[in-house]
């Protein structure tokens, strides 16, 4: 029983050294600097088009970043929609999932991938299929925390 054991050992020695040998070699450099530049990139892209409706639309601080944030979210929405932002992604990861970009691509890919079904039972039902839990958990955690943020300024 004793050797058997050693032996099975072994064997997932030997799996795990040719696992190793055989797995592609991540070039975490490259796939930094990407995610920093493309992540980035979206940023400032952002930050363009907070100020331009601050200076030329006129809006206050706090309607600016509401537009930014609605106009992003329809950017990345649309470039989902034509397969743009899948391709970004590849690339640049994580640095095109962080922004709010990547909440839209989160919800419309799912979407995209069953429109042939229709658009009431294709697209309108795998909408929120990856961002729904997200949502859900999200709005119920933060009404927790305001009853209790309630609760507790009661108490004073």
Known sequence: MANNTRRIAMDKKKYKQYVDEISP????LKN???AFLVGGTICVIGQGIND????LAGLDKMAAATSTSITLI???AFLTGLGIY???GKRAGAGSIIP???FANSIVSPAMEYKREGYVLGVGANLFK???PVLVYGIGSSILCGFFYYIFTLVK
């Open 130 to 132: 990856v961002a729904g």
């Open 86 to 88: 899948d391709l970004i």
């Open 74 to 76: 329809f950017i990345g």
């Open 100 to 102: 709010i970009t990547g």
């Open 25 to 28: 070699k991540p070039k975490y």
């Open 32 to 34: 930094y600097t990407l």
């Open 52 to 55: 331009a409706y601050m200076k």
